[in-house]
């Protein structure tokens, strides 16, 4: 690694932070006091990128790779006018974190919010950002978030207002993981009979940026991998961190892998885990960080180390036998060179299947005192079990046996014009059979496919317990990240084996957390707990982007007769786009 | 390559063919004497497929590479449903060579014709196949053509009817030529800045199959390919033609290159043309046929060599400097084993910038005594410049200084609903400056973008002046196969340099072909006329795909205010499916 001159990342002081945001606004949005209104023109295109050193197809917006970070505050309203300048295909963005109160049009899932935007149109997203916290946005068409639609969403607290902790710069972490094969050839191979699983990543990315045809700790490394030579002003040169000795940095730590859970450490220094997916934690330390697609952390990061060196900051995969190699960058105590290297490895990723230490550090996750607390009864309570499938030889996810097959139509539209044909009109099923074998593959893998949705009533508290399972193959079982749209939950707890009634006194309904993604380990449950008060059609899913594209997700939905004021043009395409086209008949021929 | 038992091509003797057909209407098609409406149910998707021996990943049809062949009788109707399962991309089919009277809105080219088909959704194609003859059908939107979006339609004479000449079996041969890199990544390289070219094909394909990797006539290369051992029922073994001495055959060759021009030869024989794109000729006999992107010929073929021999049947380049190996299968006389090579090597094709054989071939294609002829005179005449250009640093093609950029709504319904918006209003340029030096690089290299589109007066004679010219670089003039939808076109002549008044009287007016395809030749000229007696807006382009796609191409249309019956979902994106949902505020919020 070379010095660090040019496109690295530094702490921003306060005073050029407030600069910079007065730019912005200057740029892009309307100037007035209090909550603002921030415009983006947006074009989302291909990219020749090299995100890992070599070269690849990267989809990007304006020119970029990952997407522009938006920074907003607590109160503002966010306008994304978004351009698809894809030659074939469509796109949507979804604004992951952000619970669209009253704008469920405006969440960016294709086939459940909105139509895909076609070529050559383009979209307005507005929403509001009513909550400060670490958010990111991505691609929900396909697989598109794989192929690198991407990039943060970081809100600030609103004028005059504090955040409930002290920090004297940040950094903003938005990791990934990436593929050589493009993710055209990725999906085909999942939807092909003989199945093909796309492996593990290539590389790791933070920011972007990872290094695969070298490394910058070869010297520490067991393989054969030389020592990258980067000049710093490289697409896969790392950022680096570069801090002042004695302070304290805020880590925005995000995760949109496409399958890898993480596990970020940072040699000699602990982090004080203190905001999960845009909610107040009550603080933790710890010494490394266990991250899943989906889920976001900050982490305070005291510079109390000695400052004649610089120090490792180290990202590797975790639950699954990881065939990637670490992703790697600087802490750099100012005014060390950059160019200094740590003279000891960077920190080792706990064991992959070290389940206990995940589970330790998940159960340290409570919510901060002063949080809201869950209704402590449920109206509701939806049991999803989580099993690998086979459908007429292809390999499918299911949840209680159906696999989603997501319509044409958007959920959002045929569920508020009565359209009856545009999906499954059954309930799907609530439960599973009792004497199901949580432990063993399934005796009859075969499953099928559905598009019904959980019809909830408005304003009811709902349960769910999500229940892994084996796999197809003997003594496998999967970590799954499962994320919730338009909502946090409470995640009431996790437990081994399957959930019954003796776990029930074990839920947490004290201090559990606000988040919305929350995991399940192999073998085991993970009971969450929601108020269903926001109208719309929402995508509760397996956040493993493949897992998805293969059937692991379902769809609740609220009050959609109450959501008004939908864009038509979010719904021009399937049936609602027939009814609208039909209704019209008589005045064009 | 082994021996022939599976997956070859066999003559379809009239019996069996009578049976084929007949099982083929039970099937698909509503069975009616005389016209009849044949049916076919189709999915687009991609698949894993090794045209070259190389998997790669290629868009089929109903599981097929090439797409399912189209077989009617002159007269019948065709419907095509259409559905698109492809994850993230919109499709289309264009139906190559039909003319679509009175259904505009089934000609299959996205941005001009109809929106794109939604992933998920399904399109209905319904049109007439007027006129026996050799046709084909492929992907129009973007290129996915290129990515193996085609296959081939074929029009018998209408029941009772004969053709005017005789043969006693057929084959058909649908060309096409493939790379392995990516379409996706091939259309990023063309929009890019600096642009990366595609570069030369790696393989030719005959119906689908070709051997990038080995050769069937290894032992006659100077090259180190390996001869090929093939089984015969790989994907890409060659579909061998097996004939019976002394008899005549009709071989239906098309040629859907996204780039190549090709030569066809087979060894000792010689061939007579008597069609092309679906018009009879005044027969002429041939070594070997030029055949460009875009065209149709049959050639007949008699078996009157030594019987106890085989023959190469051989595909090289012409027009650009080869880089891909030629495209070979066998023409096997039975009961000679198809194992037995020919003694000889393949026919070697023509030196690829011999133009003087090009240009002799093409001059001798007149239509048949007793073809419809040109009118006389002409009501207006255009001039069209081809040139390559620059355009802010990107590299483009364009037409009397216009690089075409397709709009987001069709122009068929732009025009039909007069949405001003929607495209350019000014008329393109009909001519180009008197002193353009067509045999030196332009002066000024910057070309603009547009969307105007040459609106012509319903029955009017329109004759067009292509014009070729020098290319970017010093002495390049490159090849352009000029493609008509809606309509065919007399060839009234080809000349060289600028096309000028004494070339006026050189035009045959008296026996020109009528094709829907015709070749402008390096720093030449090609005279074409055509009715415009087709209500609709058409496309007039290169059909070379990349070139189409770096804006060679323009938009005729006429007495679109005549076309009805278009059906909504055809226009259900861009302005005209703004104002079907506008139209529509009061009913719905």
Known sequence: ?????????????????????WSILLCFGRLSFGAKSRHFKWEVEYLFWSPDCIENVVMGINGQFPGPTIRAKAGDTIVVELTNKLSTEGVVIHWHGIRQF??????????????????????????????????????????????????????????????????????NLLLSDWWHNSVHEQEVGLSSNPFRWIGEPQSLLMNGRGQYNCSLAAQFSNSSATQCKLRGNEQCAPKILHVLPNQTYRLRVASTTALASLNLAIGNHKMVVVEADGNYLQPFAVDDLDIYSGESYSVLLTTDQDPSKNYWLSVGVRGRLPATPPGLTLLNYRPTSASKL?????????????????????????ALMGSPRPPTKYDRRIYLLNTQNKMNGYTKWAINNVSLALPSTPYLG???????????????????ADN?????????????????????ALNTTVDVILQNANALSDNVSEIHP????????????????????????????????????????????????????????????????????????????????????????????????????????????
Not at 1 to 21: E, K, V, Y
Not at 343 to 364: E, G, I, L
Not at 414 to 432: I, R, T, V
Not at 522 to 534: E, I, K, Q, S
């Open 1 to 21: 690694m070379g010095t660090s001159n040019g496109f690295m990342l530094h702490p921003i002081p306060g005073g050029l932070r407030a600069l910079i945001i």
């Open 102 to 171: 009253g704008t469920p049009w405006a969440d960016g899932t294709a086939s459940i919010s909105q139509c895909a935007i076609n070529p050559g149109d383009t979209f307005h997203y507005r929403f509001k950002v009513d909550r400060a916290g670490t958010y990111f946005y991505h691609g929900h068409l396909g697989m598109q978030r794989s192929a690198g639609l991407y990039g943060s969403l970081i809100v600030d607290v609103a004028e005059g207002e504090k955040e409930p902790f002290h920090y004297d710069g940040e950094f």
């Open 342 to 366: 740590p003279t000891s490895p960077p920190p080792v990723t706990p064991r992959w299947n070290d389940y206990a230490h995940s589970k330790s550090f998940s159960n340290k996750i409570l």
């Open 414 to 432: 045929s569920m508020k014009y009565g359209l009856k044909n545009a999906f499954d009109q059954k309930n799907p099923p609530e439960n599973f």
């Open 436 to 456: 199901y074998d949580v432990m063993s593959p399934p005796i009859n893998p075969n499953t099928t496919s559905g598009s019904g949705a959980y019809m909830i």
């Open 482 to 589: 499962w994320h919730l749209h338009g909502h946090d939950f409470w995640v009431l707890g996790y437990g081994e084996g399957k959930f019954s009634d003796k776990d029930e006194k074990k839920l947490n309904l004290k201090n559990p957390p606000l988040r919305n993604t929350a995991v399940i380990f192999p073998y085991g449950w993970t009971a969450l707990r929601f108020v269903a008060d926001n109208p719309g059609a929402w995508a509760f899913h397996c956040h493993i982007e493949p897992h998805l594209h293969m059937g692991m997700g379902v769809v609740f939905a609220e009050g959609v007769h109450r959501v008004n004021k939908i864009p038509r043009e979010a719904l021009a395409c399937g049936l609602t786009g027939k009814m609208f086209l039909n209704n019209n008949d008589n005045n064009h021929n």
